[in-house]
């Protein structure tokens, strides 16, 4: 059995420590609170970007944003930058590698702990910075206009992405979301025969901008929810550990008691063996 003195120490180790995943757990919830205030969706931008496509015959429309030239693939995996997460970033890893395992192709890491986990398993990737708050809306152009460029290229055709989603504050999901080949959802309902509307641009450039346009608010919207995400994860781990640090503490306390009792009965022993003895003489 560990010194009573060690014990001690442990004691007040992990009355420290608890103390300090507490406070992690309140930063954890007021940065949520706040990025959740200012989090916004702009679904009613993307809603009118795709009702555009209500007024284009896209079946006549050759741009392989619509109609995949190849069976090359992208696929994005939104990572974070920090741990505590409960193995989130990997669960995100492991469902971009499973899309690849369908279809081939090209592996984008946005995040750090990303990066490490695709250096681990020796696959090949292409590395973006982690998402910061105050620059997520440069990032998400930036990370567009890079998946555009090559898409146009030819370098692939199809192109997902791998997020961690919240469902509630204490709940995370990993979300996948197709990207190209880009079908409107008014598209499906798309009523047959030719659209009289006057164009001015090409109907692949028209489609072009749309989808461009549609993207980069979509990963923008991808990008905040990542982030709230990674806080809610961060905020679920930080209380399972302060659970198990509770469980240790009292096992803990156990030994200290129990090594505290056994110290008093040694002396009292002694002391009683020494009364015996100086007592007989």
Known sequence: MKALSV????????????SL???????????YKSLEQRISTYENLLLVAESFFEFIDIKNVDHLFLNPRNKKQAVIAVTTDVGFLGGLNAKVIAAAMAELEEISGKLIVIGERGKNYANEIGVPFVAFGGIADDARYGQAMQLRDYVISEALKGSFNYLKVVYPRPVTFTMQTVERVSFLPFVPPAAKN????IFDIILESRLADIVEYLVGIWMGQKLYEIFGLSRLAEFSARYVHLEE?????????????????????????????????????????
Request: hydrophobic share 45%; net charge positive; with cysteine.
């Open 190 to 193: 798309q009523p047959a025969g």
């Open 21 to 31: 995943i507490e406070t992690l757990k309140i930063i954890a919830v007021s940065q």
């Open 241 to 281: 550990c302060s659970q198990k640090l509770k469980d240790i503490d009292k096992k803990t306390q156990l030994l200290y008691f129990r090594a505290r009792h056994e110290i008093i009965d040694r002396n009292m022993r002694e002391l009683f063996a020494a009364r015996a003895i100086f007592g007989g003489m």
């Open 7 to 18: 014990i001690k120490k442990d004691m007040v180790f992990n009355k420290h420590l608890s």
